[in-house]
């Protein structure tokens, strides 16, 4: 098992442009999330997926778009990326069952 | 989800038991203890969970009290590589949508 892999691991954006953060798993996992930290600060929920057709806002939604068109798969859109999305995203995943969830290894953002 | 309270920050010495407090005085019935840790820029990592019952892994064990109001992650010999951010997060485990939320956590120190 691959686990959860995010693309890009870094990315350089310019205001106004538009691009979609990957996540993928291979456990077969229900739920997925978009979580967003930045420098010093905790993690916040973007948007997340309880299966796939199914997603729901979290905190900070905002500026993002999320599709779940498959169970592996869970893309995370920034329409019109501005100099205050700039942070590390990750996304995570976890079975229907009483377990925890599994986080990638991030993807540190940067719009200038 | 009910709130947790965690310190900002803990020592340890490298050997010793690390003991991580949490108090979360409003939680429910139905609503399981999570702890999660994070390395430097790392994803967050999951350690243990637990309802009502003491749990113990090969990574903590995790002491819930009778009343459930409060929890303690331990870690039994610290070493450096345990330095990190640990959450206590509590959440409604059931067939839902139920996201993680995490507050800001403790920085733990491991010291040589």
Redesign the interface.
């Known amino acids: 098992n691959a686990g959860?892999t995010q693309t890009p691991k870094f990315q350089v954006l310019k205001t106004g442009q538009s691009m979609t953060l990957q996540c993928a798993q291979d456990m077969n996992h229900e739920?997925m999330?978009w979580?967003r930290q930045d420098p010093g600060m905790?993690?916040?929920?973007i948007h997340?997926s309880?299966g796939a057709g199914?997603t729901?806002q979290?905190?900070v939604p905002n500026g993002y778009n999320v599709s779940r068109s498959t169970t592996e798969d869970f893309p995370l859109r920034l329409l019109s990326a501005a100099p205050s999305q700039t942070s590390?995203y990750?996304c995570?995943s976890s079975p229907?069952q009483?377990?925890?969830?599994?986080?990638?290894?991030?993807t540190r953002l940067t719009v200038v | 989800d009910a709130k947790t309270t965690q310190p900002p920050s803990m020592d340890c010495a490298e050997g010793r038991a690390a003991n991580l407090p949490c108090n979360h005085s409003t939680i429910s019935g139905n609503e399981y203890v999570y702890w999660y840790r994070q390395i430097h820029s790392q994803g967050p990592q999951y350690i243990i969970h637990g309802l009502k019952n003491n749990e113990t892994n090969e990574m903590a064990s995790l002491i819930i009290t009778e009343d459930r109001k409060s929890s303690t992650l331990i870690l039994p010999h610290a070493t450096l590589r345990d330095t990190a951010v640990y959450y206590c997060i509590v959440r409604v485990d059931v067939s839902g949508n139920t996201p993680l939320v995490f507050g800001k956590g403790t920085r733990l120190s491991v010291i040589a």
Do not use: C, H, K, Q
């Open positions: 959860v739920y999330s979580y905790g993690l916040r929920l997340y309880v199914i729901d979290g905190e590390v990750f995570a229907v009483r377990r925890g969830y599994t986080f990638g290894s991030g």
